[in-house]
């Protein structure tokens, strides 16, 4: 199956400053998301970015389907940025399941 | 729209017992997907499901684990006999064809 790398695995911040993740996947993609799960567990979808870039206040997203890859960036993080940062892809041809990375630990620090 | 509702937020099962977690889909989404969460993991695929089908359990255990959507009423993830091995978070998500939206997730510990 498709498989999903993260990096970096963990992330520390003072607040204010920027930050990228990167996802890489191994094949191609019908579909794309960037979510957060925050302290208490729950799961925050982002971006649904199966190619280009996408823009959402101080988060934005860019993913690069030929070169198989995508960004997400956080500029002036925020104590409440803290969490783990996934991505997930989906490919029509292995079937309905979306695909998890294992994720990005942010900690911002105040 | 209240989103995907996933009920309890939190189930202690003995070793033995049986859970049921519910998952209400966003109103107008007829796909549900169900994925477990092991301490420190990303989410993992169990199982996909339409109104009164299963379309792709290739994710979930063979043994102990059922999973339906009827046609009327939430969904329900059933684990019979619980294990240790168990104890994880389990999440649900609807979608029509594009993004998937996520619960809350349930938190199924086994004492």
């Known amino acids: 199956g498709i498989q999903v790398e993260q990096s970096p695995p963990d992330l520390i911040l003072q607040e204010g400053a920027n930050s990228t993740l990167r996802c890489n996947f191994s094949d191609s993609v019908n579909n794309l998301q960037w979510f957060h799960q925050n302290p208490w567990g729950q799961l925050i979808n982002l971006f649904y970015i199966p190619s280009g870039t996408k823009q959402n206040g101080r988060l934005s997203a860019t993913t690069v389907a030929t070169e198989r890859y995508s960004l997400l960036y956080i500029s002036s993080s925020q104590t409440t940025d803290s969490g783990v940062y996934f991505c997930?892809?989906?490919?029509?041809?292995?079937?309905?399941?979306?695909?998890f990375g294992e994720g990005t630990q942010l900690t911002v620090n105040p | 729209n209240a989103g995907v509702m996933q009920n309890p937020r939190h189930l202690v099962r003995r070793r033995g017992q049986e859970a049921r977690l519910r998952c209400s889909p966003m109103k107008g989404h007829s796909h549900v997907y169900w994925y477990r969460q092991l301490p420190e993991e990303g989410l993992k695929f169990m199982v996909y499901?339409?109104?009164?089908?299963?379309?792709?359990e290739s994710g979930m255990p063979k043994e102990r684990f059922s999973a339906e959507f009827p046609k009327e009423g939430p969904s329900i993830l059933r684990i019979q006999q619980v294990v240790r091995g168990d104890s994880a978070a389990y999440f649900c998500a609807s979608s029509t064809q594009r993004d998937r939206t996520f619960g809350s997730g349930t938190r199924l510990t086994v004492v």
């Open positions: 499901l339409q109104k009164e089908n299963i379309i792709d």
């Open positions: 997930a892809v989906f490919r029509e041809t292995s079937g309905s399941r979306l695909t």
